[in-house]
């Protein structure tokens, strides 16, 4: 009697062999869903954050626009994304590094790019205007200082990382 308890009817053997196979296929499909999903997550950071931008002694006092590519990869995508900052020297020689990207709504900011205010940045969208270190002129459609680039010198060289904001920076 006991020992037919113990026995694993037709119907039972059946069941734990659909489930085992049916689990087994759908981790099958669902681990190459999770994978892709959180890849960039598992990429390796803070690799190549840092790129060459400028030679130390050719910054000046002016504010100049300088220009540079990173390999930018999304997921499975990889793209070349060129940078620019807004970098200048400070009379105690340390250096200031600016995104130009306009803190209303986006745009790009020049240095002295109206003839009004020619040591000022300033925003062609909608007239916004950043003192020389950055922070917004009060009155004016920005209302946040622009971003500072982390940075970085080595052997006369000036090396930019990413942009912060200021309340982070
Ligand atoms: S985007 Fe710069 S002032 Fe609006």
Same mark, same amino acid.
């Given at each position: 009697?006991?020992? &037919?308890?113990?026995?694993?009817?037709? *119907?039972?053997?059946?069941?734990?062999?659909?489930?085992?196979?049916?689990?087994?296929?759908?981790?099958?499909?669902?681990?190459?869903?999770?994978?892709?999903?959180?890849?960039?997550? #598992?990429?390796?950071?803070?690799? @190549?954050?840092?790129?060459?931008?400028? $030679?130390v002694?050719?910054i000046?006092?002016?504010? $100049? *626009?300088?220009?540079?590519?990173?390999?930018?990869?999304?997921?499975?995508?990889?793209?070349?994304?060129? &940078?620019?900052?807004?970098v200048y020297k400070q009379?105690?020689?340390s250096i200031v590094a #600016?995104?130009?990207?306009? &803190?209303?709504?986006?745009?790009?900011?020049?240095?002295? @790019?109206?003839?009004?205010?020619?040591?000022?940045?300033?925003?062609?969208?909608?007239?916004? *205007?950043?003192? &020389?270190?950055?922070?917004?002129?009060?009155?004016?459609?920005?209302?946040?200082?622009?971003? *500072?680039?982390?940075q970085?010198i080595?052997?006369?060289?000036l090396?930019?990382?990413?942009?912060?904001?200021?309340?982070?920076?």
């Amino acid at each position: 009697m006991s020992e &037919k308890r113990n026995q694993v009817s037709r *119907r039972q053997f059946l069941n734990y062999t659909l489930t085992g196979v049916g689990g087994f296929m759908a981790a099958g499909m669902l681990a190459p869903m999770v994978r892709f999903a959180i890849d960039p997550v #598992l990429q390796p950071q803070g690799k @190549g954050e840092f790129t060459a931008v400028a $030679q130390v002694d050719e910054i000046t006092s002016e504010p $100049q *626009r300088v220009d540079w590519t990173i390999d930018q990869v999304d997921a499975w995508y990889e793209s070349e994304v060129t &940078k620019s900052a807004w970098v200048y020297k400070q009379e105690d020689g340390s250096i200031v590094a #600016l995104s130009p990207v306009c &803190k209303h709504l986006g745009c790009v900011v020049a240095w002295a @790019g109206n003839d009004d205010y020619p040591d000022q940045f300033f925003c062609p969208c909608h007239d916004g *205007r950043y003192y &020389k270190d950055g922070e917004n002129v009060p009155g004016t459609p920005p209302n946040a200082a622009l971003d *500072r680039f982390q940075q970085r010198i080595e052997d006369g060289t000036l090396y930019l990382g990413k942009a912060i904001p200021r309340e982070e920076a």
